[in-house]
């Protein structure tokens, strides 16, 4: 993907936006003001001689531009850099940004947790604080076209709450219900979905069994979706901090790919992002 880097200003940005091309993912076309990134790659001792940069005075500026570039079809992503991720979403949101769909924006995280069998989809950690029903139902939609998208054949979405009953004192697990049907009614398509589900019940077939839960999720879900945004990214850097597991994140929704990385994100998790963007973008390409 011809991938415009929004603001690589530090040494960690421009090391990852390189790395990704050095591996067949990304032509980059690094958007900042230049003086900042020729100095911050001349201090990490790389060379951006060969590189396409467009100049922009500031992050801000680097990320309204890099969005005009998308619109016109000049660049097929963005990628963040060294800039705070609500700057460049705050671009992508835009009503003049050409960059929306019918859907609400979310982010995606891919997990590739040790101690489960499977790739975890999480959504939405990044994006959305506190999502209505109908905000949810587009959340689930995008992860799971997400998980089509990465190649997975049998899509299961475990819809999670504190617990695996329908209670009109836990709002999530109306809002659970309630995309359950959605899903049985078509408003969701191309998963099997169900919730409330407690986050054993979703990834353990014992607590499941233990519980009398009958589902073709529960015990084996692949797609996590959480209540908020709050317990979304408890999740997600709990299984990178505690359980060793691979990250790799991407915003959903858009006409493009737009990875998402944090600034402290290690380059391979910069590599594995893009290459989920990579897969996106080609499953919208085989879609039209």
């Known amino acids: 993907m011809r991938t415009a880097v929004v603001h690589p200003c530090d040494a960690l940005a421009i090391e990852g936006a390189l790395a990704c091309a050095d591996a067949g993912l990304i032509v980059p076309v690094l958007v900042g003001n230049e003086k900042k990134i020729r100095a911050a790659a001349n201090a990490a001792g790389i060379d951006v001689s060969h590189q396409e940069i467009v100049d922009a005075p500031h992050s801000h500026a680097a990320a309204a531009l890099a969005a005009e570039m998308a619109r016109a079809g000049k660049v097929e992503a963005l990628m963040k850099g060294s800039l705070h991720s609500d700057e460049l979403l ?157 990250l790799a994140g991407v915003v959903l929704g858009a006409r493009i790919p737009i990875v998402l990385t944090s600034r402290a994100d290690s380059v391979e998790t910069r590599i594995a992002s893009a290459a989920i963007g990579l897969l996106l973008a080609r499953a919208r390409v085989q879609l039209h």
Not at 92 to 107: D, F, K, N, Y
Not at 182 to 189: E, V
Not at 197 to 223: Q, W, Y
């Open 90 to 246: 705050h671009e992508v949101t835009q009503p003049a940004s050409g960059l929306h769909t019918q859907r609400r924006i979310s982010h995606g995280f891919v997990a590739d947790v040790p101690a489960y069998a499977q790739s975890l989809v999480i959504s939405d950690a990044v994006v959305n604080v506190a999502p209505t029903l109908d905000e949810k139902r587009d959340i689930v939609q995008n992860a799971i076209d997400l998980a089509h998208a990465i190649g997975v054949e049998e899509v299961r979405v475990a819809l999670l709450s504190a617990v695996e009953t329908v209670s009109s004192r836990i709002p999530s697990t109306l809002d659970a219900a309630a995309l359950c049907k959605m899903a049985d009614r078509g408003q969701i398509a191309g998963a099997s979905v169900d919730g409330p589900l407690a986050l054993d019940d979703a990834i353990s077939s014992a607590a499941a069994l233990e519980k009398t839960i009958r589902s073709s999720v529960a015990g084996c879900a692949n797609v996590l979706i959480v209540p908020d945004l709050d317990s979304g990214n408890m999740l997600a850097k709990a299984l990178g901090l505690l359980a060793n597991a691979a």
